[in-house]
C-alpha cells in the first residue's frame, strides 16, 4: 500500500517562473492538502481539495493556486515565483474532509528559487 | 489560528519513557489535538491524535486532561531513533491542521 506520493523530489527555478508540484494521495484518500514549510519552520497551510474543489484556504496569495483530479491526485501551482517561496511543499491526505480523520504526510518537494 | 504551546528542546535517556507537554488552552469542544514527528525535515509522520479519551497505539500514548486544556504524549521506551521534533496541533474546523514550533527532543544513550 503506497504511502503519499510527491513529485518532483527536488527543484530550483529561477525568480518570476511558475512552478507545478504534484500530489498522489495515500490510496482510499479522498482529501489532499497542501502545507509550505520554511527552513525552522512548522509548515503551514495552504489549502485543501475534496470533491476536486477548493474546500478551505490558508492565508497564502493567489499566485498559489491548486487542482484536484478524478483519481483524488492534485497539483500545486506557484506563479511568479519570489526568493521567499524557496520552502518544503508537503502534501497531505486523509478520507473525507473534517475532524478526527487521520491524516498523512507525503516527503515533500523542496523548491528552491534563485 | 490559536497555536499549541510546547517546550522548544527537550532530553530523554535511552531507553527511559519520553513525556511530551503540550498546553492547548484555546481548544473547541470538537477540535481534535493531533502528535505528529518529523526527522531532518522529511514528511511529517504521524504518531497519534485523540479528543478527549486517552488513546494508545503501538507508537506511543496519548494523555489528554479531563478539561481538554493540556496533553501529554508518553514515548514508554524511547531509542536513539525516537530523535526527531514532535509537533502537537490542533486540528480546526474542516480539517487543516495548525502547527506550532514544536519540541526538538533529543535521546541520549
Known amino acids: 500500500d503506497a504511502g503519499v506520493t510527491q513529485s518532483p523530489t527536488h527543484l530550483i527555478k529561477t525568480r518570476g517562473q511558475q512552478v507545478t508540484l504534484r500530489c498522489s494521495p495515500k490510496?482510499?484518500?479522498?482529501?489532499v492538502s497542501w502545507y509550505q514549510q520554511a527552513l525552522g519552520q512548522g509548515p503551514q497551510f495552504i489549502f485543501q481539495y475534496y470533491e476536486e474543489e477548493e474546500r478551505q484556504r490558508g492565508n497564502f496569495p493567489d499566485r498559489f493556486s491548486g487542482h484536484q483530479f478524478p483519481n483524488y491526485s492534485s497539483e500545486l501551482n506557484v506563479n511568479a515565483l519570489l526568493l521567499g517561496d524557496s520552502a518544503l511543499y508537503l502534501c497531505a491526505s486523509s478520507l473525507r474532509v473534517g475532524a478526527g480523520n487521520t491524516i498523512y504526510f507525503g516527503e515533500g518537494s523542496w523548491l528552491t528559487v534563485v | 489560528d490559536a497555536k499549541t504551546t510546547q517546550p522548544t528542546s527537550m532530553d530523554c535517556a535511552e531507553g527511559r519513557a519520553a513525556n511530551l507537554p503540550c498546553n492547548h488552552s484555546?481548544?473547541?469542544?470538537?477540535?481534535?489535538v493531533y502528535w505528529y514527528r518529523q526527522i531532518h525535515s522529511q514528511g511529517p509522520q504521524y504518531i497519534i491524535h485523540?479528543?478527549?479519551n486517552n488513546e494508545t497505539n503501538e507508537m506511543a500514548s496519548l494523555i489528554i486532561t479531563e478539561d481538554r486544556k493540556s496533553s501529554t504524549l508518553i514515548l514508554p521506551h524511547a531509542t536513539l531513533r525516537d530523535t526527531a521534533v514532535y509537533y502537537c496541533i490542533e486540528q480546526h474546523q474542516g480539517g487543516k491542521l495548525i502547527f506550532g514550533q514544536g519540541t526538538e527532543l533529543s535521546v541520549k544513550p
Open positions: 490510496s482510499g484518500h479522498d482529501t
Open positions: 484555546t481548544i473547541s469542544g470538537n477540535e481534535y
Open positions: 485523540g479528543l478527549k
